[in-house]
């Protein structure tokens, strides 16, 4: 009878193990599964931030055009190291410190690139990035503007090199 006993308890042991292997399996899919939601729904509200403030971009465009900012080349200043490196762009600097910028097309983009040798032999070509509604948001200088306020400020004093 003990043997009897023995056998169901092992028994029962080995389906407590699986049932507690087959929750934990359960609750790391169900995390995952709410992990991949939050992230998609991050992308879509920095999607439709950015789709807002390109709409803004492209109506200050016209407003430095109107009120005869012309575009000027747009230059890099390199992750470390000092000085600037040529690029394609042709825009306007939104902060005094030639970090940021917008392109003839509305793009936005954060002036910084690799400063390697073949970089500042050859220019660099800085990829746009998502525009903000907030520039500066989450940065280490603690500096934040909004889009409408930061691109009136250059419309009354725009940056040039």
């Given amino acids: 009878m003990m043997a009897a006993m023995g056998a169901d308890t092992e028994h029962s042991g080995t389906e407590d193990a699986d049932r507690s292997a087959d929750r934990v399996a359960a609750e790391s899919q169900h995390r995952a599964e ?73 793009r936005f983009y954060v002036l910084r690139v690799d400063g390697g040798i073949l970089s500042r032999l050859r220019g660099a070509t800085p990829e746009p990035s998502l525009a903000p509604l907030v520039v500066g948001r989450g940065a280490r200088d603690g500096e934040t503007f909004d889009i409408d306020e930061l691109l009136q400020m250059r419309l009354e004093d725009p940056v040039r090199p």
């Fill in 34 to 106: 709410v992990i991949a939601a939050q992230e998609q729904a991050l992308h879509r509200a920095r999607q439709a931030e950015h789709e807002k403030a390109t709409v803004k971009i492209r109506t200050a465009i016209e407003k430095f055009r109107a009120a005869g900012i012309e575009p000027i080349p747009l230059r890099a200043r390199p992750y470390t190291g000092s000085g600037t490196i040529r690029t394609a762009l042709r825009g306007w600097y939104l902060k005094t410190d030639q970090s940021l910028g917008i392109d003839e097309d509305g």
